[in-house]
T-cell receptor, first 114, second 111 residues
């Protein structure tokens, strides 16, 4: 089945220790997104790629970086995690055909910062 | 940017009753309005969507209505069942590849 896969599902890191979360997709979608979701809140967009074009949200901290080496993979790097970065990180994809279409979400990575 | 407001924030209904969630948006350029259901610990999943050239769409027990003039859209769930208990998010998009989400509604269906 075509899908969005995230690894790991659970990640524990120490305060200030860099961490990388990964996302892959078999949908061959042009657009990939990274969201941060905290308890009882809506997903908050961090950035997205249309193909290799990177689009950062204005309020995304510099501590968050992303890489998309090819169509299938996208990575979220948190350079120096703080306690406030503990959250669920959701990857999503969309076809990019119209700019207004459904986004397919991965299962998420739950990040704990000790 | 687009601002989407969602009400109510929590909704408790008796099994078999209907549930209605309402959203308003600010940008008249928005043209796509999906609804996502997120069960505890799981990913958001699309349950229904509507485009700006349509006023209403129905899929079994779920329906969405859109009023472009008033800039609001609503989700209607009929004959609610315990498995409908979840957080529901409305969203709006204006062809910029992004979704603006509402704050979410926690729906509890009482057996």
């Amino acid at each position: 089945d075509a899908m969005v896969i995230q690894n790991p599902r659970y990640q524990v890191t120490q305060f200030g220790k860099p961490v990388t979360l990964s996302c892959s997709q078999t949908l061959n979608h042009n657009v990939m997104y990274w969201y941060q979701q905290k308890s009882s809140q809506a997903p908050k967009l961090l950035f997205h790629y249309y193909d290799k074009d990177f689009n950062n949200e204005a309020d995304t901290p510099d501590n968050f970086q992303s890489r998309r080496p090819n169509t299938s993979f996208c990575f979220l790097d948190i350079r120096s995690p703080g306690l406030g970065d503990a959250a669920m990180y959701l990857c999503a994809t969309s076809s990019g055909a119209t700019g207004s279409e459904n986004q397919y979400f991965g299962p998420g990575t739950r990040l704990t910062v000790l | 940017g687009e601002n989407v407001e969602q009400h109510p924030s929590t909704l408790s209904v008796q099994e078999g009753d209907s549930a209605v969630i309402k959203c308003t948006y600010s940008d008249s350029a928005s043209n796509y309005f999906p609804w996502y259901k997120q069960e505890l610990g799981k990913r958001p999943q699309l349950i229904i969507d509507i485009r700006s050239n349509v006023g209403e769409k129905k899929d079994q027990r779920i329906a969405v209505t859109l009023n472009k003039t008033a800039k609001h859209f609503s989700l209607h769930i009929t004959e609610t069942q315990p498995e409908d208990s979840a957080v529901y998010f409305c969203a709006a998009s204006k062809s910029d590849y992004k979704l603006s989400f509402g704050a979410g509604t926690t729906v509890t269906v009482r057996a």
